[in-house]
């Protein structure tokens, strides 16, 4: 599998990816703690600053039957594993469009305004992404970890007469 993912990373600065594609479409047995083998492709490639061969490996055909995340989603959020925020916004901001209903983006969108410390855009990407049914679970704790959860006593008055 190591070797595979050199010889992927080997046809990207060679601009190579279709070629790579073409030829091993089909990845060889994985490891366990691996759960994708083309997103660990693609992470290889853009950890390497060869963010269009990671891009093209990622919208392969052999990728989206592989499953995963979207294209643009899972760039982005390889953008903000390798701490390339305006990348990350880039590529969430297109996968909004690409994929008006999901959630994820929005989500990730939220991670990305926080690194700004912009509480209105975390709000509106947040409410985005309740719209789109994302997980409460993941809605709150973004919300906890960003300072906007009430906290357990709002709105209760105690009155000492």
């Known amino acids: 599998f190591s070797a595979w993912i050199l010889a992927g990373l080997v046809r990207a600065r060679m601009d190579g990816t279709a070629h790579f ?33 990671a891009e093209a490996y990622l919208q392969s055909a052999p990728a989206l039957a592989e ?24 590529y969430l901001e297109r996968a909004t469009k690409a994929y008006p209903q999901s959630p994820k983006p929005w989500l990730l969108l939220s991670d990305v305004a926080a690194a700004s410390r912009d509480l209105e855009r975390i709000k509106q990407c947040l409410a985005e992404a309740e719209k789109r049914g994302a997980a409460k679970e993941a809605v709150s704790g973004r919300k906890k970890r960003y300072g906007l959860a009430p906290s357990g006593d709002a709105g209760v008055r105690t009155v000492i007469r």
């Open 21 to 53: 594609v073409q030829e091993w479409g089909t990845p060889p047995t994985k490891p366990a703690d691996i759960p994708l083998a083309w997103p660990a492709l693609a992470y290889t490639c853009a950890a390497s600053g060869l963010w269009d061969a």
């Open 67 to 90: 499953g995963g995340d979207e294209p643009f989603t899972a760039l982005g959020e390889l953008a903000l594993r390798t701490r390339q925020v305006p990348r990350a916004k880039d």
